[in-house]
């Protein structure tokens, strides 16, 4: 199971920014949490990952609270194409896998 | 530089019948994973390969499904006697090594079965 807890929909207007919760209340000291994305029925997105301190790129910024329990992705300028389902994962120490949720299925609205 | 190449992308086999689908990984990236995503569902981890070994496999059925990541050629998933409920998106990722990075993933493969 998912070891990650994220609202199912949220929306957000052109230019804004955009902020996805995530909660991993049970995550372990060595676990990363990652975002993806997935637009439509393509491929997933990888999209940015981070241990204990903020972590931002070209695409989004990561807030890690201090106490690991819970994070943010922040999109600081959502367009129209930013419309996806956004997963947040925790993965798992030592393993190659992936568990994805169900997600934040993100509007973007002019 | 290439993606993550998969195909064909859309695939249709009636039941019974065997359904194989590959995955040729970016350029360098020695390690392939495969998921399948169903209809309205999460992508759902099934197998990690590396070049001619398969490292973890716990995500995949029992029966009928089987993975190779040859030394030449690109990675293939096989599924034998096809049922309706094989009927999924299939996507495959890769990465260069083991450890904290992301997966660059492909476009998928859409099976339907009939």
């Known amino acids: 199971d998912a070891k990650t807890t994220q609202p199912p929909s949220m929306d957000c207007a052109e230019g804004r920014a955009a902020n996805l919760p995530c909660n991993h209340s049970?995550?372990?000291?060595?676990?990363?949490v990652y975002w993806y994305r997935q637009i439509h029925s393509q491929g997933p997105q990888y999209i940015i990952h981070?241990?204990?301190n903020n972590e931002t790129n070209e695409m989004a910024s990561l807030i890690i609270t201090e106490d690991r329990k819970s994070s943010t992705l922040i999109l600081p300028h959502a367009t129209l194409r930013d419309t996806a389902v956004y997963y947040c994962?925790?993965?798992?120490?030592?393993?190659?896998?992936?568990?994805f949720g169900t997600g934040t299925r993100l509007q973007v609205f002019p | 530089n290439a993606g993550v190449m998969q195909n064909p992308r859309h695939l249709v086999r009636r039941r019974g019948q065997e359904a194989r689908l590959r995955c040729s990984p970016m350029?360098?990236?020695?390690?392939v994973y495969w998921y399948r995503q169903l209809p309205e569902e999460g992508l759902k981890f099934m197998v990690y390969?590396?070049?001619?070994?398969?490292?973890?496999e716990s995500g995949m059925p029992k029966e009928r499904f089987s993975a190779e990541f040859p030394k030449e050629g690109p990675s293939i998933l096989r599924i034998q006697q096809v049922v309706r409920g094989d009927s999924a998106a299939y996507f495959c990722?890769?990465?260069?090594?083991?450890?904290?990075?992301?997966?660059?993933f492909g476009s998928g493969t859409r099976l339907t079965v009939v």
């Open positions: 049970t995550i372990s000291g060595n676990e990363y």
């Open positions: 390969l590396q070049k001619e070994n398969i490292i973890d």
């Open positions: 994962i925790v993965r798992v120490e030592n393993t190659d896998k992936l568990i």
């Open positions: 990722a890769s990465s260069p090594r083991w450890g904290n990075y992301g997966y660059t």
């Open positions: 981070g241990l204990k």
């Open positions: 350029k360098g990236h020695s390690h």
